[in-house]
């Protein structure tokens, strides 16, 4: 009797521990280890649209299912989308160098007018030029006036702060966009909503960065490149010319660019002075810097979806910032997750095809970015 107790005690034992055993033994993960790497780190490819008509006007009132994205060549799941009724961001450049004229009532007026014609909601940083001094050398410089806000009293308060400076540091201001107004991803319903516009004439003459390097950051932001190209060529090489002493100068760094772009060799003379610099070859330094600054412009406007507004003054400023608020009220945005899941840093096309729509409709989109890099 004994006997048979204790083997039964034993049984039971035995099958407790055999439970216990089978529940700390750890369950197979449900998702592989590097699938969830992947998961968390896919960025979103944000993809600004603007349909218009072949009279130009643009096309509203499209849906997502309208929409198709493919990612060079292969179809990709849009998983975002927002119509033009959706708020935009918007970092407002005013160019308050000398190269404007430094007509800061003008560009005062033009700034406001564009402000005015946004729709509630949207929200604006302004950026301009100033010149700060540092061991006792004057430099121009980039400034954040305000940062994003859709407070138009305090937009307005900071217009009337903006002053002029005595340099173009014009890549540095596209830099300071990147890299302080859009640093962190857009949120809700700004997501794949983001614009740059510029008032300038696009000469660069003081930046410690170059245009490649602010190229590159703005692509990464994913934000719309718009200009409202102010000419001042003609105001600049009426001052460009005679007594090197008295007459507007070339920076150093403009006669370096320029040289680099037209290919300069070794048997080429060459100088850094302004002053050792002839009236016709200042003349074709003009020339071609403010040819490389319309390139440039054009560049980064095509590739992120944008467009390059031409304005023969500041008085024809208003006029063009009035299309560019018109056309950001008027764009779509797109979002998805690529499928290809390599972290490789190529470069990627991105084409955008609209369903339904009349022969002669013209589609502007963001035409690719680069991929994140392990």
Known sequence: MRCGRAMLLLVFLCGAFSILAAAQVPKPPTQKPEDEVIRVDTELVEVPVVITDRAGRPVLNLRQSNFAVFEDGKPQQVTEFGATSAPFEVALLLDTSGSTRSELPLIRRAAQGFINSLRPGDRVSIIAFRTETKDGRATAVPEIVTGLTDDRAALTAGLDKISTSNGTPYYDGLLKVAEKIFSQSAKGEFRGRRALVALTDGVDSTSLSDF???????????????????????????NLLGDCHVAIRFSAAQIRRYYKKIGAGPKMETTSDFCQLGNFERLAVSKRLYELAAEEMNALAKTSGGKVFPAADLGEARAAFKNVADEIGTKYSLGYYSSNEKRDGSYRQIKVDVKGLPAGTQIRAREGYTAPAH
């Open 212 to 238: 490649d390097e602010a190229r590159e950051l703005l692509a990464a932001t994913g934000i719309i490149c718009y200009f409202v190209q102010v000419n001042t060529r003609d105001f600049f090489e009426e």
